[in-house]
Nanobody, 121 residues
Framework: QVHLEESGGGLVHPGGSLRLSCDAS????????MRWYRQAPGKQQELVAE???????NYADSVKGRFTISRDNNKNTVYLEMINLKPEDTAVYYC???????????????WGQGTQVTVSS
């Protein structure tokens, strides 16, 4: 089993920056896929950024050039660096990881509890 703990959300002014962290702990052999989603009130969940085990990345058009997904393999931690934040970035951000554990034959999906990001003046 794998547990994800998110942190780093908060209130920031437009143009500001935040870095979200997602710490994965438990039975982890390798992180296969790492994603950050967000959900704003009244809106559908949106895939913001993703990274695979070869460090290939993809971003939603709305965040390209402003958000960066990265990871620290030694810590099994995934980050989402956000700069030049806009009010429309306000949402609950969720970490999603597909991880394969020791003794497993395939990866499994895990979710964090979510962290609130509010961009407001």
């Amino acid at each position: 089993q794998v547990h994800l703990e998110e942190s780093g959300g908060g209130l920031v002014h437009p143009g500001g920056s935040l870095r979200l962290s997602c710490d994965a702990s438990g039975n982890i052999f390798n992180l296969l896929k790492m994603r950050w989603y967000r959900q704003a009130p009244g809106k559908q969940q949106e895939l913001v950024a993703e990274m695979d085990s070869s460090d290939n990345t993809n971003y939603a058009d709305s965040v390209k050039g402003r958000f960066t997904i990265s990871r620290d393999n030694n810590k099994n931690t995934v980050y989402l660096e956000m700069i030049n934040l806009k009010p429309e970035d306000t949402a609950v951000y969720y970490c999603n990881i597909n991880a394969i554990g020791w003794g497993d034959y395939e990866g499994k999906d895990y979710w964090g509890q979510g962290t609130q990001v509010t961009v407001s003046s």
